[in-house]
């Protein structure tokens, strides 16, 4: 099998991972599972990146083949009289002839092509990079979903422990008669719901690493090891200087406008379309004794049909160039509002984690604390303790709900500005 694996790695090395080398880059990814690492790793094997590379790399190609003149046509010819035997040398009536031609565009005409190939070339890297940019930011969305989803399966059996704690103490009293049967089966009950949860928790959690999977290109199945816990960290930059970076490197904008330039180029070439193209040729005769003959000569393509050609390229030309236009207007338009709107849901995520973490989260757990000792005394009943488990529990879920709602935005924003934002 190692043997097999081998040979089509050998084979297929630039094209295609062999289905095999997922255990052995494994070791690349490393356990704990780093971001740094994964992104690294899908920059190299993802496969949309790859194809988008490979789109690159063939526009790229293009310019230097629309620059250069077409091929040049060289014939052969013999003529003779008759059809018993070749004749030359033996009549002054058979000859050889050999001779070539070259068409020559109208100056400027290929300048225009090659000038619209770079630009698609250019186009084709800013899509390269906003493929990327994608693939990158969902890599990183769902990434935090996997590192918090490990943090809240957590949270979950820490709490599963007190609440186990807290069905003990309602059993003592149930036991000595200070208590009901009715706090011990609600105990169960929110026992039973918090395992409910788990297995929620588990199964998104095996989702999550399906996607990232899909995402490094790996089988669906491949083990992944735990997420490292993403740093805390905060958006720095103003709403008006992130529109501005992503005026200046949007690649969904600086794609549009490579469009628009091989647009204005295609204009331009159309309407140089009426202008003839040239043919140059010569011909060289031999004819055995007698004085051998050659011809030059200058040939032009007259755009004869020009009312049903030439005119209507330039009308397809033109109708291009104004779609181009507009589809650059409306990606600046689009590229604005998604600045806008990301900004917004990070910030308000922002603002509610700094709530649950400074406010929420420790004044819910001095009332479980305070509820604890009272329900201990007797001064308070189960349910009331209960309750104030369960909205300790439930912010402490939504503070890492929110953490993972501001690295999705804040991903989601990277890709669309164009470059990173933290640090």
Partial sequence: MRRTCFGVALTVLSAVRPVCSWA?????????????????????????IRAAAARWQAATARPAQQGALPDPMVDVGYHDEGFDRLRLGDTDFAFLRIGASQEIPFPGKLGLKRAIATHDAEEAREDYRRVELDVISRLKMTYAEYAHLDEELDLLRRNRALLETMARTAEARYAVGQGIQQDVLQAQVELSLLVDRE?????????????LNALLNRPATAPIGAAEHPMQWSLTRSLDELTSAAQAHAPALK?????????????????REYLPDFVVR???????????????????????????KQRAGVTEAVA????????RDGAAVDVAARVRDLYARAKASERLIALYQTTVIPQ????????????????????????????????EMR??????????????????????LEG
Avoid: C
């Avoid at 297995?199 to 996607?211: E, G, V």
């Fill in 255 to 271: 794609s549009a406008e490579r469009r628009v330039a091989g647009s204005e180029s295609g204009v331009q070439l159309a309407r």
């Fill in 364 to 395: 819910a757990r001095l009332a479980l604390e305070s509820a604890t000792s009272a329900y201990q005394v007797g001064k308070i009943d189960f349910l009331t303790l209960v309750n104030s488990f369960t909205v300790m529990l439930e912010y």
């Fill in 399 to 420: 503070f890492h709900e929110e953490l993972t709602n501001f690295q999705k935005a804040a991903a989601e924003l990277e890709a669309v500005v164009g470059e990173p």
């Fill in 24 to 48: 052995a880059d494994s070791d690349a990814l490393g356990d704990p599972l780093a971001l740094a690492a994964a992104v690294a790793y899908a920059r190299q094997h993802n496969a949309e």
């Fill in 320 to 327: 291009t160039l104004a779609e181009a236009r507009a589809a």
């Fill in 282 to 308: 010569g011909e060289y005769m031999h004819k055995s004794d007698l004085l051998p003959e050659w011809e030059v000569g200058l040939g032009i393509k007259v755009p004869l049909y020009f009312a049903s």
């Fill in 199 to 211: 297995t929620t928790l588990a199964q998104r959690r095996q989702s999550q690493t399906a996607l």
